[in-house]
T-cell receptor
């Protein structure tokens, strides 16, 4: 079967750094997406990785290791507005997205 | 600004009713998707469409049907709503399947009583 694992919930302090992990076992791999979803809103695109390594975009970075079936999203200089759920999704061999359940990130002042 | 819109943000229906959820995108995207999102579970694909009048079953198609008569519009139909179909329904679209970045609508929270 196909499986995406992420922690259910994480808590961090404003101004700090947090790393949200995602491990996957899927039938094929054609890329990995991270999305952000604020409560009651639609998911919005954050990053895409298809090759091993780190992709940096402002305060957010995403890392991929295909051999380990592992990715993480790194958020720096946390702000209160970063309180949201973060969804990991893997593109499988049929080019469909397989979604993790999401990690709810709580930012405390 | 790219946009995916859904016909309702909140909907309350009774068991056995026929329910229509509509989704419209203005990005000229080929591919459109219907998901449901439930607490503790990832987004689960109900149906998708990669062209007008084409549809493919996703992971949980039972109890649902879809219609795509025009490129910009993708409708989800619950033929006879049941309480276990109470959920958040999200529509999405993408331009390419090989790089399947999906753009989402705001969602419809459906409650079936």
């Amino acid at each position: 079967g196909q499986n995406i694992d992420q922690p259910t919930e994480m808590t961090a302090t404003e101004g700090a750094i947090v790393q949200i992990n995602c491990t996957y076992q899927t039938s094929g791999f054609n890329g990995l997406f991270w999305y952000q979803q604020h409560a009651g809103e639609a998911p919005t695109f954050l990053s895409y990785n298809v090759l091993d390594g780190l992709e940096e975009k402002g305060r957010f970075s995403s890392f991929l290791s295909r051999s380990k079936g592992y990715s993480y999203l790194l958020l720096k200089e946390l702000q209160m507005k970063d309180s949201a759920s973060y969804l990991c999704a893997v593109v499988d061999s049929n080019y469909q997205l397989i979604w993790g359940a999401g990690t709810k990130l709580i930012i405390k002042p | 600004d790219v946009k995916v819109t859904q016909s309702s943000r909140y909907l309350v229906k009774r068991t056995g009713e026929k329910v229509f959820l509509e989704c419209v995108q203005d990005m000229d995207h080929e591919n459109m998707f219907w998901y449901r999102q439930d607490p503790g579970l990832g987004l689960r694909l109900i149906y998708f469409s990669y062209d007008v009048k084409m549809k493919e079953k996703g992971d949980i198609p039972e109890g649902y049907s879809v219609s795509r008569e025009k490129k910009e519009r993708f409708s989800l139909i619950l033929e006879s709503a049941s309480t276990n179909q109470t959920s958040m329904y999200l529509c999405a679209s993408s331009s390419r399947l090989d790089y399947n970045e999906q753009f989402f609508g705001p969602g419809t929270r459906l409650t079936v009583l």
